[in-house]
């Protein structure tokens, strides 16, 4: 027999491989950037059915590029073309539904008599209060309507002039408004007559754009409560648990301004409490409970240094 050297097992030779799956994740979040960038420079909104093929023709495309068989860079351009579409096509839609519950403009400038949560920190001003609230029910006339769901009103008190009926100045006579109670808390139902408008800001290029901070706030309504002599009265209905933050919020802003400002400032109402007590106990509750309304707005700096010192505190904290 012929000799036989070691018998050895065969060895395939390997397959080259296609290639890792390329890490679509950066493309897509890019997509996401880019998208809301884009929808936010629309000076009008589509109607939905317009976003809604948007968003198809978006899963779509994302589809058809990001296949397995595709090269990297359409795989890239799918995941950017997907994210970008969907989200220009959420903000979109999110933007026209927010639309559709504004201020009827029938309503404008009338007494609307409404329930409402005091849904955050009552804000004190010169001479007002200003109260955040959501809308449960409204009354026209005695007849159901439809308001926004968050409103801002302000309270005012003192006296008023109004047209007593000659048409000039010597006809006009003092009317008071009945001054909000001591305290109006956060969570508290309360039925008001407000009259209100639909929000708009000052067209000042590159200011400060009011009506967009309350858009991002979600308020699609401002106005002022009416407690006049010829007005139904405001009632206190309960007070209620909801809101529980705002109101553990408020308490420690009303400990930091009595103990800072006296009773004066901590009441809100009497206006007779030092300015400059007033201002430095502004700046410690917009530290300690992001109150930052409690500043003078004609302080910027302040304000700037006080959100700029906040941040750092709670940075260390979690440090």
């Known amino acids: ?169 010597a006809g006009a006579v003092a009317e008071l408004q009945r001054p909000p109670p001591p305290t109006v808390r956060a969570g508290e139902r309360w039925e008001l007559t407000v009259r209100l408008k639909a929000p708009h800001g000052a067209r000042n290029p590159h200011g400060f754009d009011y009506e967009l901070t309350l858009w991002e706030q979600g308020v699609q309504a401002t106005g002022y409560v009416r407690a006049g002599p010829r007005d139904a009265p405001p009632r206190l209905l309960a007070a209620t648990a909801r809101h529980p933050v705002e109101q553990a919020r408020q308490r420690v802003r009303d400990a930091i301004l009595q103990r800072l400002a006296g009773p004066a400032a901590a009441a809100s109402q009497t206006g007779d409490a030092d300015r400059a007590a007033q201002r430095a106990a502004g700046v410690v509750a917009a530290l300690v409970t992001g109150d930052q309304r409690a500043i003078d707005r004609w302080r910027p700096t302040i304000k700037f240094y006080s959100e700029l010192l906040s941040r750092a505190c709670f940075l260390a904290l979690a440090a």
């Open 1 to 169: 027999m012929p000799a036989h050297g070691p018998v050895h097992a065969s060895v395939r030779p390997p397959v080259p491989s296609a290639g890792r799956a390329p890490w679509l994740l950066p493309s897509l979040l890019l997509g996401v950037i880019a998208g809301t960038a884009l929808q936010l420079q629309q000076t009008a909104l589509w109607p939905a059915w317009g976003y809604a093929a948007l968003a198809a023709g978006s899963l779509l495309a994302g589809g058809v590029l990001g296949g397995r068989r595709r090269a990297h860079g359409l795989r890239h351009a799918g995941a950017l073309v997907l994210g970008a579409g969907l989200v220009f096509a959420l903000c979109g839609l999110r933007a026209g539904g927010f639309l559709a519950h504004a201020l009827d403009p029938a309503l404008e400038g009338r007494d609307v008599r409404i329930t409402a949560l005091v849904a955050a920190m009552p804000q004190p001003l010169e001479g007002a209060l200003r109260l955040p609230l959501e809308v449960e029910s409204a009354q026209l006339n005695g007849a159901a309507v439809r308001v926004p769901e968050r409103i801002d009103v302000s309270w005012y008190f003192g006296p008023f002039m109004r047209d007593g009926g000659a048409g000039s100045l």
